[in-house]
């Protein structure tokens, strides 16, 4: 690449390169030695096209989560199926990998801004600022943004806007879908608010089994689903439908019992 080539948005890619490479090296342990990460799906990523494919996922932490999906996708992509083992495959990363963040979240102290610049698309959030209910309309821009990415490459977006888990899928991501028809590829991950905290940057409790399932692409009509419709196949894809609620406890006491067992089978 030459030297100041750039991206749609204007940040330098061998600056985007090391920071992934620098991050990446520094985060590979909380996935990989710390807590254990199990994946199950990656192999998705290798039929995919290069750009206008969209990532949607419930959310748990604010940065652990995403920090996640960029070992697993690099890794997937460089040959390793369901597996982060060898952190070599952080040598030549995904460089049109991006994900819609908070503004406000984004600039709050200086680790939040180096996460930027490695792939973030900043929006307003248009029903909540600095912790109080609010109620503005969506920024052209920021929609803008989000097509610029689809356009360049691939973009990994968390539609309940919330780490707080079943909370609604808001309508935004489904006018999105339905104006720019991306791949849609559900994931769902669960374990990471054991593991750190709600920004998910300490870690909270070690020897947590976390999971990331890579879900097939998500059969949308774009020209006849409704964005309810949307709402409700993304509701179910990433498992925050309410009727997902009764199933939470007994899926996390056998979480727990394997984990369990694991720790035994190795003392």
Request: hydrophobic residues 40%; proline residues 4%.
């Amino acid at each position: 690449m030459g030297l100041l080539k750039r991206n749609p948005f204007g940040h330098i890619l061998i600056v985007k390169t090391w920071l992934i490479r620098i991050l990446g090296a520094m985060t590979h342990r909380r996935y990989r030695g710390f807590n254990e990460l199990q994946i199950e799906g990656s192999e998705v990523f290798k039929d995919l096209p290069e750009t206008n494919v969209l990532f949607v996922s419930n959310h748990q932490t604010y940065f652990a989560d995403v920090v996640a999906m960029f070992h697993v996708f690099n890794a997937s992509l460089s040959g390793r199926t369901d597996s982060i083992k060898n952190i070599g495959y952080l040598w030549n990363p995904k460089l049109n990998l991006y994900y819609v963040a908070a503004k406000e979240t984004m600039r709050a102290g200086l680790l939040a801004r180096i996460l930027a610049y490695a792939g973030a698309i900043t929006v307003e959030r248009t029903w909540r600022s600095k912790g109080k209910e609010i109620n503005r309309q969506v920024k052209m821009s920021d929609i803008t943004n989000i097509r610029r990415a689809l356009e360049d490459g691939w973009v990994i977006t968390f539609p309940q806007g919330t780490t707080k888990p079943f909370k609604p899928i808001r309508k935004g991501t489904a006018h999105i879908i339905r104006q720019y028809k991306p791949i849609v590829i559900p994931i769902v991950i669960d374990g990471f608010r054991r593991s750190f905290d709600k920004k998910g940057i300490r870690i909270k409790k070690r020897g947590i089994l976390q999971s990331m399932v890579i879900k097939k692409p998500l059969d949308i009509d774009y020209e006849n689903d409704s964005i309810d419709d949307i709402v409700s196949k993304l509701e179910y894809a990433i498992e925050q439908h309410p009727s997902f609620l009764k199933v939470i406890p007994q899926a996390e006491l056998e979480a727990e019992e394997e984990l369990n067992k694991k720790r035994r089978f190795e003392y």
